[in-house]
């Protein structure tokens, strides 16, 4: 876009040449931007869109500006930096638009610290965390989250690990500065576009933060094994499943609800178990075991209700 700001003798911006380059911003971020790449929301502000580093991208070649910088490095002791960046902006033909400054420090806690290694807990997470919105308290509370555990496949219930000072603070010198440019970057389209109505800068830069997201849809829960083994159990081979569960209980003395993984392994090879010994047994005898009418090994229907948790 090489459309020039249109004056009056007084140095006022015309009106129209306001209106139009509202437009275009409008028909950049409707037609080119896109939504998650060149903005995007901030957390607990849905109405409020913010500007990323390649919107702001997008802005300068639409306007044809050029960009210079300008950093100021303070040292803050223990190794740890600041630094203070300014952008400045230039209009098409070269002369001073604004500037927009940011600055980053090593003492911000992303880069301040490093977290322990995670420790799963062997717990399963309960179907009651997915269908109550993730909420924490399901899960332990603070320092518990809800993490897939590489070794198992499975999601289970883990313990963060405490913060440590990062021992190397150097390795995110260039990262720091690199932020400190782009929020000085960002808040330079932002005046030299007059667009701050439109986008807000994001402080706290959480959108482009990679995030450990669980799955969009719950996973299926670890006790499903079992479940699994005990409708086996009864439509296969006729075993009651109270039966069943009585047998399991002898070997596993707690409640479904605190299961491990290895607990519900188990309990599933014991029910698969009882069914080998009685199918064994009725082939040698030629028996036959009767449920509610029904012969061993015809089907017998499993209803929800008929496996109590």
Same mark, same amino acid.
């Given at each position: ?35 998650g ?20 991208e ?14 100021d ?8 930096r ?27 806690s ?49 313990? $963060?690990?405490?913060k @440590?000072?990062?021992?190397? =603070?150097? *390795?995110?010198?260039?990262?720091? /500065?690199?932020? !400190?440019?782009? +929020? ?72 479904q609800?605190?299961?491990t $993984?290895?607990?519900? @392994?188990?309990?599933?090879? =014991?029910? *698969?178990?009882?069914?080998?010994a /009685?199918?064994? !047994?009725?082939? +040698? ?25």
């Amino acid at each position: 876009m090489t459309e020039e700001m249109t004056i009056y003798g007084n140095g006022l911006v015309r009106v129209d040449a306001i209106k139009g380059r509202v437009q275009a911003i409008q028909h950049c971020m409707r037609d080119v931007m896109k939504d998650g790449t060149h903005y995007g929301k901030i957390k607990g502000c849905k109405d409020e869109n913010v500007l990323l580093k390649p919107g702001a991208e997008l802005l300068r070649v639409m306007f044809q500006f050029g960009t210079s910088f300008e950093v100021d490095i303070k040292d803050m002791g223990g190794g740890h930096r600041e630094y203070v960046a300014t952008c400045h902006v230039l209009n098409p033909d070269g002369t001073m638009c604004c500037d927009g400054m940011g600055s980053c420090s090593t003492m911000e806690s992303k880069y301040r610290y490093r977290t322990g290694p995670t420790e799963f807990t062997g717990k399963p997470v309960p179907k009651e965390y997915w269908d109550n919105g993730r909420d924490q308290k399901l899960i332990g509370g603070k320092g518990h989250v809800a993490k897939k555990n590489p070794d198992t496949g499975m999601w289970e219930i883990a313990r $963060q690990g405490q913060k @440590v000072d990062n021992p190397d =603070i150097a *390795d995110v010198y260039n990262t720091v /500065l690199k932020m !400190a440019k782009k +929020r000085a970057f960002v808040d330079g389209m932002l005046a030299a576009t007059g667009a701050s109505d439109m986008f807000v800068q994001d402080l706290d830069d959480d959108l482009e933060q990679p995030q450990d997201q669980p799955p969009d849809q719950p996973p299926p829960a670890p006790l499903d094994m079992y479940k699994e083994a005990l409708t086996r159990a009864k439509r296969e081979r006729g075993i009651q499943i109270p039966d069943a569960m009585a047998e399991v209980a002898k070997h596993i003395s707690k409640p479904q609800s605190e299961y491990t $993984q290895a607990d519900v @392994v188990e309990a599933s090879a =014991i029910v *698969d178990s009882m069914e080998a010994a /009685l199918v064994t !047994a009725n082939s +040698r005898a030629g028996e036959t075991t009767e449920d509610d009418g029904n012969v061993s090994g015809a089907a017998s229907e499993v209803l929800d209700e008929d496996i109590p948790f």
